[in-house]
């Protein structure tokens, strides 16, 4: 009798992700090292505002437009795709249905939304654009080794080849230190677009839809590269606090709107032991964080 042969099927386990660096943790770490910590190595849990939902659906719809043919890219097919996305996005996340306690705030919420919408109708015409890629997940290796991820809203391509990023910003056009973020932000990104393709990108554009305002930033090679250097030090810094688990505070006007003042030390809190240096995705961004 020939026995026949069995095949052995090894499991393919995927490979864990080496913790990278994001614009939003950057930004944390550079804020207060103690957010950091809660939100890229304890991971403690968030409550989403009613302001960053709104965002999330916003920037959801405005995704989806561009799905559409260019000639249906108008602010009636925008409307109509605002309940659907948040429908979904409810039903993804049980969470997020609790955040209304009547109809009256739920319909001042989607009101809300829609004039966040019409505002960025009053920004742009998108039946005249032809994105290279929305919600685009980017990915690459500095030099030094360390490694960057994050998320781009819109990247626009020329038929000449410039490339510009956008960012949807769905509360009001910052002042000083959130203007300083934002750049911050969007530098991050250019860097990123200019490592993987070797092309500055030329303009950085983001939209605020509540004032219906635009900014504009013109990155060059030297600038960049003198930004490469901040993030190695930045994540140098993080790698210091991660072996050593001492993330200290820093307490500024930005504390108001922080969700962890219970935990925090300037505030009379105490925070939960050190669970030690994550692996893998130690600076990965949430959804909560493009929301904004």
């Known amino acids: 009798m020939t026995e026949i042969p069995v095949a052995i099927v090894e499991e393919v386990v ?5 913790p990278a660096l994001s614009p939003s943790r950057a930004g944390d770490f550079k804020q207060c090292p103690l957010l950091y910590r809660f939100r890229a190595v304890d ?11 709104r965002g999330i659906v916003v920037h959801a719809v405005l995704e989806e437009l561009f799905a559409l043919p260019a000639a249906e890219r108008v602010p009636d097919r925008a409307h109509a795709l605002l309940d659907p996305v948040w429908t979904r996005l409810r039903d993804e996340r049980q969470e997020l249905a609790d955040l209304f306690t009547d109809d009256d705030s739920h319909d001042h919420w989607l009101e809300s939304a829609t004039r966040l919408i019409d505002g960025y109708f009053t ?25 960057l991820r994050g998320y781009i809203d819109r990247l626009d391509v020329a038929p000449t080849g410039e490339i510009r990023v956008v960012d949807y910003k769905t509360g009001t056009a910052p002042r000083e230190i959130g203007e300083a973020k934002a750049l911050f932000q969007m530098k991050f990104y250019a860097l990123m677009l200019w490592r993987l393709r070797g092309v500055v990108p030329k303009q950085l554009r983001l939209m605020y839809l509540a004032d219906r305002q635009s900014l504009t930033y013109a990155p060059d090679e030297a600038e960049l590269r003198r930004f490469e250097r901040t ?10 606090a991660g072996r050593s688990g001492d993330f200290r505070p820093n307490k500024s006007r930005l504390c108001d709107w922080c969700s962890h003042q219970a935990r925090c030390p300037e505030f009379g809190g105490t925070p939960p032991e050190y669970p030690g240096w994550p692996e893998p995705d130690a ?9 904004d």
Do not use: C, H
């Open 14 to 18: 995927p490979k864990p992700r080496r």
């Open 43 to 53: 991971r403690l849990p968030e409550t989403p505002s009613v302001a960053q939902v």
């Open 123 to 147: 920004l742009e015409d998108p039946r005249r654009l032809d994105p290279e890629a929305r919600e685009l997940l980017v990915e690459t290796e500095l030099e030094s080794g360390v490694l």
């Open 231 to 240: 993030l190695d030090a930045v994540w140098e810094a993080i790698l210091r």
């Open 283 to 291: 600076g990965d961004e949430t959804v909560m964080d493009r929301a």
